[in-house]
């Protein structure tokens, strides 16, 4: 756990020295929870958005993209249940004054108790070799039967508390559970309190004619609230599916995780309408196609893992979270749910307008089903640097550090550097960066030796850098160095786009 909370760490200074985060109003000591992108940051952020965007959109010939405002009506947000309900369970510790989410505490609880159920069945897999049938030993071993009878009990109490909204029983449960503030150790806990997630501004000129209105908790709103206006102008037809990204806002009650958990954050969500009674198929494509779409990244599958809610909102019918393997440990990275019409009928009621669908092959009109995939920009780019993130020793005794970021994704493809900064060096590399530079995100550097300046170009995680050399001007070659292998290669110049497109690509 520490050398992970130190990873942790190590990747969130990176993250600062490199220019890829930064924490927001630094100089005034930050803001919690609120970060900046720096210039390789912005980079990677909008690589990830636009391949998003690009596979969502362009890939699936039924998807089509909105921008929506981040400001809607007030209704918007009644309708959608977040106005009573989009609140969090929180408690504080009296001792270490810090803050948690009670939901949050017990889940941690029953993680716990289902890390030393893992603990056993690996011990007896390793023991039983191929004949272990891991089921049959879940069924009938006596300590993992206990712990999973400690398990269903806990959320048996758990979830219809918090369905009833009985804070007072959530309290006795985290009491009776023995649950201790990791901060101070102690279980000096206050009530449990709801806290509504939503940020209020005013919009309007003066005092009396402002009224109250939100920053959006989320973006699908606004999809649900143009449903009709995108389906006519763009003549879709059921099954269709709407894309957006855009900024959301959460007055979170715990935010100490760097990008994982923010108050202001980017979600790239969609919307896919679809038939009354054929959303559990859709739910199931849209689960595959999504993991499917995260191992494109090149990340590998074990860091990937489903988790299906026992506990469903009150919109949903299914719905499961893509779980990531963050150095905080296993974490939701994206949320897919079936929704049923919940939305769409919500604001046909609240706002007295039809937001139906008319099936011209069979001559009806119906409230469509909507399953949802919902990713955090953000998440996913700490899932990208966290993995990327590596320290390595060298064969020479050194170190380097390297984000192995994938290509298609990395802040700059190619970086240009002249050798030495005289003879005609920086003279042919800018030529040539002045040709590189229309076709990827490319960067120039004369300043420091070229050691050092390869290890920049490693610690932002450019997946090759050119070398321009005496050689260059006599026979047009450069040497090309790979980020992962730092092997290099002699090739010739014209060559040069090819092969980082081809790597790119
Ligand atoms: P959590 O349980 O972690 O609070 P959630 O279930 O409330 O997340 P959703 O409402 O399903 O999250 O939002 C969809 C996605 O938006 C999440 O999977 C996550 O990637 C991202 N997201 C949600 N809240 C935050 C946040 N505070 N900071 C960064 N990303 C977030």
């Known amino acids: 756990m520490a050398s992970n909370e130190d990873l942790f760490k190590k990747i969130i200074s990176h993250a600062k020295e490199y220019g890829f985060v930064f924490p927001s109003s630094e100089i005034y000591d930050g803001l919690s929870a609120v970060y900046d992108y720096g210039p390789f940051g912005?980079?990677?952020?909008?690589?990830?958005?636009?391949?998003?965007?690009?596979?969502m959109t362009q890939y699936h010939e039924n998807i089509v993209g909105l921008?929506?405002?981040?400001?809607?009506?007030?209704?918007?947000?009644?309708?959608?249940?977040?106005?009573?309900?989009?609140?969090?369970?929180?408690?504080?510790?009296?001792?270490?004054?810090?803050?948690?989410?009670?939901?949050?505490?017990?889940?941690?609880?029953?993680?716990?108790?289902?890390?030393?159920?893992?603990?056993?069945?690996?011990?007896?897999?390793?023991?039983?070799?191929?004949?272990?049938?891991?089921?049959?030993?879940?069924?009938?071993?006596?300590?993992?039967?206990?712990?999973?009878?400690?398990?269903?009990?806990?959320k048996h109490r758990f979830y219809p508390a918090l369905e009833r909204n009985d804070l007072e029983d959530v309290r006795n449960l985290i009491g009776e559970l023995?649950?201790?503030?990791?901060?101070?150790?102690?279980?000096?806990?206050?009530?449990?309190?709801?806290?509504?997630?939503?940020?209020?501004?005013?919009?309007?000129?003066?005092?009396?004619?402002?009224?109250?209105?939100?920053?959006?908790?989320?973006?699908?709103?606004?999809?649900?609230?143009n449903f009709l206006n995108v389906q006519k102008s763009a003549r879709m037809k059921i099954p269709f599916g709407i894309a957006q990204t855009g900024k959301a806002f959460r007055n979170e009650i715990v935010a100490r995780q760097f990008l994982f958990r923010m108050r202001e954050f980017e979600q790239m969500e969609m919307q896919y309408f679809v038939k009354p009674g054929e959303e559990l198929k859709w739910y199931e494509f849209w689960k595959t196609e999504r993991m499917k779409w995260?191992?494109?990244?090149?990340?590998?599958?074990?860091?990937?893992?489903?988790?299906?809610?026992?506990?469903?909102?009150?919109?949903?019918?299914?719905?499961?979270?893509?779980?990531?393997?963050?150095?905080?440990?296993?974490?939701e990275l994206e949320g897919i749910h079936s929704r049923?019409?919940?939305?769409?009928?919500?604001?046909?009621?609240?706002?007295?307008?039809?937001?139906?669908?008319?099936?011209?092959?069979?001559?009806?009109?119906?409230?469509?089903?909507?399953?949802?995939t919902s990713i955090g920009l953000d998440r996913t780019f700490l899932a990208v640097l966290s993995h990327a993130y590596r320290e390595e020793k060298l064969q020479d005794g050194s170190e380097r550090?390297?984000?192995?970021?994938?290509?298609?994704?990395?802040?700059?493809?190619l970086?240009?550097?002249?050798?030495?900064?005289?003879?005609?060096l920086p003279e042919k590399a800018r030529e040539i960066m002045d040709v590189v530079k229309y076709g990827f995100r490319c960067f120039y550097e004369e300043k420091d030796t070229?050691?050092?300046?390869?290890?920049r170009m490693d610690a932002i995680g450019t997946p090759y850098c050119i070398t321009i050399d005496h050689q260059t001007l006599q026979d047009n070659t450069v040497t090309i160095r790979d980020r992962d292998t730092m092997l290099q290669d002699r090739i010739s110049i014209p060559e040069i786009p090819s092969l980082v497109r081809e790597k790119i690509g």
Request: charged share 30%; proline share 4%; aromatic share 10%.
């Open 42 to 55: 912005v980079e990677l952020k909008n690589n990830i958005r636009e391949y998003w965007w690009r596979t």
């Open 67 to 154: 921008d929506a405002s981040i400001f809607m009506h007030p209704a918007v947000w009644k309708a959608s249940g977040h106005v009573d309900a989009f609140s969090d369970p929180m408690i504080d510790n009296k001792d270490s004054k810090k803050r948690y989410r009670a939901d949050v505490l017990i889940e941690d609880h029953i993680q716990k108790i289902e890390d030393k159920i893992i603990k056993e069945v690996e011990k007896a897999r390793t023991r039983f070799g191929g004949s272990f049938d891991e089921k049959m030993y879940r069924e009938t071993n006596p300590r993992v039967k206990e712990h999973q009878e400690k398990i269903d009990a806990i």
């Open 178 to 225: 023995g649950i201790v503030c990791p901060v101070s150790g102690t279980k000096n806990w206050t009530e449990v309190r709801q806290f509504n997630l939503m940020f209020s501004t005013q919009m309007g000129s003066v005092n009396e004619d402002a009224s109250s209105i939100y920053l959006r908790p989320e973006t699908a709103q606004g999809i649900f609230v």
């Open 294 to 331: 995260h191992l494109s990244l090149g990340i590998p599958a074990s860091k990937y893992r489903f988790h299906d809610h026992d506990k469903l909102a009150h919109y949903a019918n299914a719905a499961a979270d893509i779980e990531f393997e963050f150095p905080i440990g296993f974490k």
């Open 340 to 372: 049923t019409d919940f939305d769409l009928s919500a604001h046909q009621a609240h706002s007295g307008r039809k937001l139906q669908y008319f099936d011209t092959e069979t001559s009806e009109s119906y409230v469509p089903y909507v399953v949802e």
């Open 401 to 413: 550090i390297v984000l192995g970021i994938p290509a298609k994704l990395a802040p700059i493809k």
């Open 415 to 424: 970086a240009v550097l002249p050798l030495v900064k005289k003879d005609g």
């Open 450 to 455: 070229i050691g050092r300046r390869y290890r």
